[in-house]
């Protein structure tokens, strides 16, 4: 009896091992990161490439497979919204249907395991070929070889294309690191036209000042609904203010050297004093009814004006289409109600292609013909944004414009010439000082006083530059 | 006479003890199931209404299709079936090893013991996060991502479990081996014959803590697992959520949907649990 | 006879230890020895790898935010394990003295709770906690109180997130305390009954020393749990307010996700580690339990 019950014992534990062991061997692994058969140093003419940027030929650096060889590359794509998503994969599966060559295999990851996965892979040396990265990165992986010039790898006319302002988020020096997708700026002002009207307010006349957006704020507030509804966290407001930090001191929280802080100034005690009695007023509801990028509260009635960035417009035509004819739409209050003043930062998603990547010509080919080629791609973007984003090639706005549906369009008008045209760019230092920076608003709202708060950003910012030796690093200065 | 009485007021006491004691337990599971029962409805709204204003419970119109498009998709049959094969794979291996770790440390002695001890109880404090990089190295360099072992292998041998079984063994009186002993039996019979066969409720506890671990497990698969075809279940439930909000609706009935095998499991063994832990009761 | 010395065992146990430890060591073991070599320098994936020292670890230890995360993984590890102890404690001596099939089925019920993930389950305790349209500002309201920005507040937001925690917990808490409470033989409580012994009495006397292995994993792995947690603050508060409820982990996370170098990371998990090991060897010492040291 004791014998049988122990020979099934260990059969069960031998086969459970072998199972294992049989499992770890099998499982299709077609992620064809391996280099295939690729002769390196071959300079024989590119590929058939039927696209519009051709003269690839002369921009070849010998990369290239001979023609013929199926070359398979991995492409990583943040997740955003499920029309984003449907997007990459059509258009995705369009250039591996016209391209038997080059064989692109398009995974979406979604963004809590984003920076695991991604610095996993870079540190086992499998990082994927191509992948999405946002403007504020580009520099600072650059700089450590994390991703590869695209100058020689791409036609030169594909970066005249960019507005100039876009030009400097993509390069370092001039050297093009990413090709840019969409530009979005990062606070727009919605408001409730009914409820403008309903407190006496005209609803074509939104706020433009932080005082009128104060004062308005409080006409609105009544019960179950909220005057106001903006950043309140410290993760929230390390990016969302930095639009109001240029707004207010006309620069950002360090020296452009990044040798130490630059708090000390009256600019950054009225953006606090600002966000303090917005929350301390009650116009904002005590805890954040969503995240700053997300609007549903306003769609969902719950307060009479949000600031949130201009993706929002998407989230209220495809899920709010009932509340569209109630909303305005206007750029972010400033300071002292000049519109010239910048009031956001132009966020935003580019391409770029790994350091190490073995098939960097292809991937820069995947990549051209995706977000520089035939504006019709882009424009299909757009469209299914719901034109809540916006382009960074003139030939794209060129083609839009003619297009019906975009150029009736009154919010996108707005925002292309009241917005953009006045929006920074993202800073590429470390999030920390950020993060310094809107702890400090935070506790501001919280009952510290400004003067205090500024206090300690400034330290929690030079010790920031000491220990980490920013001193000097700026890859732009 | 008051013998008699005694008897039965305290047996009255009894019955009244034992019925509040099954009201205290429902009200205990509901407690528990309250926010499976919500999520469950959940499923049943419209994307913006499952977070509305103000709190309501049931959905204005019962959709169906967040549940019907989920039943629909083979992608996520697959994922929820393959993750419970997983899991039960996975728990079985943890019993397995984990107890014959439990008992030599328990039972045995042998040269090195302190040392092998002190070695594997270290490791149950070394934190997942600082060894997330260093492993995926690891495991890439012996080929196994985009395959069944990467889930199983690395968690399986786990010195917290092990630990807790041994605590158990601890408990179990030497009379029981001393016969078996006294017959000549190994070591490694007694194991089998007479530790196994009492470690029921042990094993319960263990296998399940080891399945809902790997049941739950996203960050480890979404690093490993590229292929589509190979996605645990909640990875696959993570590709409701985006950078910009979630698919609410779907989410909710994604996520109702996937705890039923486990549901189940857990009540067609709930026999065994039963009958192992009235046997150790008994003792 | 046996010709091996009676007492020792080598061979066998060496055979059963194999599994165990030959998967520890190369899924555990060899990347932390990795990681710690990998954390004296500024590692890059692209271009060679500067030898730094101590200098990840003395940022690390000098960052007030390192300090403070660690405060508060201890706070919230005070928050939920007593609780959850004693709660489990509780129930678990109310499902024994339950009939078989309903304790059957609340034996289920009260593990699903974890089945859901903790994701999810940070969802559903956000959508709780919402100032607007949760569950409990509603309630509160019913006694006229103003609501409350529960995760919003410095007072209430690590408390918040303690609550979930304990619910997700306590399923198997209980169903450990109960299979521990089932090994005690009811013999000893019947003869303790004889001598008047009342509740109190038995629970000091019988109970609790019986248990004291099974309260001491439970301690242990509870501990070591609260302290790791990050899923909760990472989707309910985002470490807020005021870094309030930044565990460790979270610590950990943010620096991941936002540096461009991951030394800093590594430097302070494995502080975390050091940490984590020293307050295990406190609760250890503490409750002095000889069995559990000896090995």
Partial sequence: ?477 | MTVKKGATAMKLKAQWNSVWLNVFGILIACAALFPLVWMFIAGFKEKTEVLATPFKFLPDRWLITNYTGILEDADFIRSMLLTLGGAVLFALLSLAINSMGAYVFARLEFRFKRFMWLYVIMSMFIPGMAILLTSFIVVTKLHMLDTLAVLILPGVASAGHMFFIRQFYLNVPIALEEAARIDGATRFRIFLSVFVPMSYPVFVIVGIGSYLGYWNSFVWPTMTITNTHLFQIMQYLATFRSERGSEMGLLMAGSALAAVPTILLFLLTQKYIMRGIKISGLK | MSKKNYRFDNATAYMMLTPIVVLLTIFVVIPFIYAVRVSFYDWSFYQDSVFVGMRNFTNVLTDDLFLKSVGVGLKFAILVVPAQMVLAFLFAHVIKGMGSKLAGFVKTAIYIPTIISGIIASIIFVFIFDYSAGIANYVIGLFGAEPQAWLAEVRTALASIALPAVWLGFGLTTLIMLAGLLDIPESYYEAADLEGAGSFAKMRFITLPLMRNVILFLLVTGFTGALQQFELPLIMTNGGPLNETTTPNLYIFNHFRNDVLVGNSIASALLLFVVLGSISAVIFKVLNSEKAVDG
Wanted: proline fraction near 6%.
């Fill in chain 1, 1 to 477: 009896m004791q014998e049988r019950k122990g020979k099934v014992y260990s059969l069960a534990v031998t086969t459970l091992l072998t199972l294992s062991m049989v499992l770890s061997a099998c499982g299709s692994s077609n992620s064809g990161n391996d280099n295939s058969a690729g002769s390196p140093n071959n300079n024989a003419a590119n590929s058939a490439e039927p696209t519009v940027s051709a003269d690839n030929a002369a921009a070849n650096d010998g990369k290239s497979e001979v023609p013929g060889e199926k070359v398979s590359l991995e492409f990583w794509a943040n997740k955003f919204e499920p029309t984003t998503d449907a997007w990459f994969k059509k258009w995705t599966d369009e250039f591996n249907k016209t391209h038997e060559n080059i064989q692109i295999k398009l995974t979406i990851v979604p963004g809590d395991a984003w920076a695991q996965k991604l610095k996993a892979a870079q540190a086992a040396g499998k990082a994927p070929d191509i992948m999405t990265m946002s403007y504020g990165n580009i520099a600072p992986a650059a700089k450590l070889g994390q991703i590869q010039p695209l100058n020689d790898l791409m036609d030169p006319g594909v970066f005249n294309d960019l507005y100039d302002n876009v030009k400097d988020f993509v390069s370092v020096k001039g050297t093009y690191y990413a090709y840019p997708k969409l530009v979005e700026p990062s606070a727009v002002l919605y408001y409730r036209k009914d409820l403008f009207q309903a407190a006496g307010l005209d609803p074509e006349k939104p706020p433009v000042t932080w005082d009128e957006l104060l004062d308005y704020g409080k006409k609105l507030t009544q019960k179950g609904i909220f005057g106001l509804a903006t950043a309140q966290t410290a993760a929230d407001l390390g990016w969302s203010s930095w639009g109001l930090q240029f707004n207010s001191a006309g620069h950002l929280p360090v020296t452009d050297d990044w040798s130490k802080a630059d708090v000390d100034n009256d600019g950054f005690r009225a953006l606090l004093n600002f966000y303090k009695t917005a929350y301390e007023s009650g116009i904002m509801p005590k805890q954040a009814l969503s995240a700053y990028a997300d609007a549903t509260p306003f769609g969902q009635g719950k307060v009479a004006m949000e600031i949130s960035g201009s993706w929002s417009i998407g989230l209220f035509r495809n899920d709010f289409k009932n509340m569209l004819d109630k909303i305005g739409v206007a750029p972010m209050p400033s300071i002292d109600g000049d519109q010239t003043k910048p009031t956001a930062t132009l966020g935003g998603w580019s391409l770029v292609v790994d350091g190490k990547s073995k098939h960097a010509k292809e991937a820069a080919d995947y990549i051209s013909w995706l977000l520089a080629g035939d504006p019709q791609i882009m424009i299909d973007y757009f469209k299914t944004s719901q034109f809540s984003k916006f382009s960074p090639r003139k030939s794209v706005d060129e083609a839009m414009n003619q297009d019906p549906q975009a150029s009736s369009d009154p919010w996108r008008k707005l925002i292309a010439e009241k917005v953009i045209p006045y929006a920074k760019a993202e800073p590429i230092y470390t999030y920390d000082i950020s993060l310094a920076f809107a702890t400090a608003i935070e506790s501001a709202m919280k009952g510290e006083s400004v003067d205090k708060a500024l206090q300690k950003a400034e330290k929690d910012i030079n010790d920031i530059v000491a220990k980490q030796n920013l001193a000097g690093t700026n890859p732009k200065n």
